[in-house]
């Protein structure tokens, strides 16, 4: 059985990125330095950091801002466009240290893609 992938932004299926944009409209928050401990055919996990545009004043003048995360993909799911594959729903990022306001430490997202 193939590995289950992560879709980006772009529609291409990844395994064990080390980067992964969040925000595709405006790239003003992407996973970098990504680290994978595990990558199974439920949950794949990884460490590494939130990179936010703080947006202040607005975002073409924000400042990208550091944030140490976990990151666990998970709910794979069969992948309409491709049918032999199957990918990650679900991705929860836990801030180790602060969040970016007014993000809780412990958010889970659905994945579109």
């Known amino acids: 059985m193939d ?11 990844q395994t064990r990125p080390q980067e992964y944009l969040l925000a595709c409209g405006d790239g003003n ?4 330095k990504l ?6 055919p439920k ?8 990179m936010v545009n703080d947006c202040r004043p607005y975002c073409a003048a924000g400042r ?3 944030y140490p995360v976990t990151v666990t993909l998970s709910n794979p799911q069969a992948w309409p466009e491709h049918p032999d594959l199957r990918r990650f729903t ?3 990022l ?17 994945l579109v893609y």
Do not use: E, H, M
């Open 94 to 110: 836990l801030y180790t240290d602060t969040a970016p306001a007014p993000v809780p430490k412990d958010v889970t997202y659905k």
């Open 64 to 66: 990208f801002r550091a």
């Open 35 to 40: 680290r994978w401990d595990t990558w199974g």
């Open 43 to 50: 949950t794949a996990t990884a460490t590494g950091t939130d």
């Open 3 to 13: 590995p289950v992938v992560v879709v980006d932004c772009f529609s291409q299926a």
């Open 90 to 92: 679900t991705i929860r």
């Open 29 to 32: 928050n992407r996973l970098v």
